[in-house]
């Protein structure tokens, strides 16, 4: 296998990215962060991607930042700006993610900590695998939630459980990640990829733009009163009827046929 960071593949129309740094448990690196913010970027400029799964390789998904990388400073050079990391990758990292023109799939095959789990979470989809877990480390080294997580935790699963879980930093199982529904699903660690590529084969084959307008309109219903979020409903569904997807998904349910999506 590659020594490279991040490896990117296409299968049909999914682009799979996958963070490889398995000896580190694929910890973020400025490395890395050089190879995954362009790789995002490609696939959602290249017209062919209709979906985009990110996973880890070896036997973690992603734990976070790697605190000995060079990026983080030296500690003779004083205390490091931890800030400074989080708008030069995080913040970059969690808008392009945020904003992707079709939908993307986490396949958590391990531990996802800190930065790691945050950055799985921003996903349209977290399939993890049963030996999977989920650690917002943050507080175990004076930090706060960073990578999104202070924004996902409390909208995911409520302010009690997002303080429980930022403030304490315990470990959450896959399987208890699903049942107060931080993700979407847990699957047997064997089958994790076979169901991250069939789940990206069934979106791929779906209107990919509605879907990303989709993940827009609701992330925005939370901040807007009622008669703004049927404002906004109105104004996104105008835009959708306008386009060949929602011509073509209705002339194929009146004449019961597959439909064929192309707008991204």
């Not at 400073?73 to 904003?99: C, F, K, Q, W």
């Not at 990829?193 to 791929?204: I, P, Q, S, V, Y």
């Not at 404002?231 to 959708?240: F, G, I, K, S």
Request: aromatic residues 4%; negative net charge.
């Amino acid at each position: 296998m590659s020594d490279a960071p991040i490896l990117v593949s296409t299968q049909g129309p999914t682009r799979v990215i996958t963070l490889n740094r398995p000896a580190a448990l694929n910890s973020f690196t400025a490395a890395m962060h050089a190879q995954l913010l362009p790789a995002l970027d490609a696939a959602a400029a290249d017209p062919a991607v209709r979906a985009v799964v990110v996973t880890g390789a070896g036997r973690g998904f992603c734990a976070g930042q790697d605190l000995n990388d060079a990026d983080m400073g030296n500690a003779t050079d004083g205390p490091p700006d931890v800030g400074a990391v989080i708008e030069r990758h995080y913040r970059p990292l969690a808008l392009r993610m945020h904003s992707m023109p079709v939908p993307v799939i986490a396949a958590v095959n391990g531990v996802a900590a800190g930065a790691g789990a945050n950055f799985a979470l921003l996903a349209d989809f977290v399939l993890a695998a049963r030996g999977a877990s989920f650690i917002q480390a943050f507080s175990k080294i004076g930090l706060v939630p960073d990578c999104g997580g202070t924004w996902l935790l409390p909208r995911l699963v409520g302010r009690a459980r997002a303080l429980g879980l930022a403030m304490s930093g315990d470990k959450l199982p896959a399987e208890e990640a699903e049942r107060i529904g931080l993700i979407w699903r847990c699957v047997d660690d064997a089958a994790l990829m076979d169901e991250a590529h069939a789940l990206a084969a069934r979106l791929a084959a779906m209107p990919v733009h509605a879907i990303a307008q989709t993940r827009r309109v609701i992330d925005a219903s939370g901040d807007l009163s009622l008669p703004d979020a049927l404002t906004l409903e109105a104004d996104t569904q105008r835009e959708l009827g306008r386009r060949h997807d929602f011509a073509e998904g209705v002339a194929a349910f009146l004449a019961k046929r597959a439909p064929t999506f192309t707008d991204r």
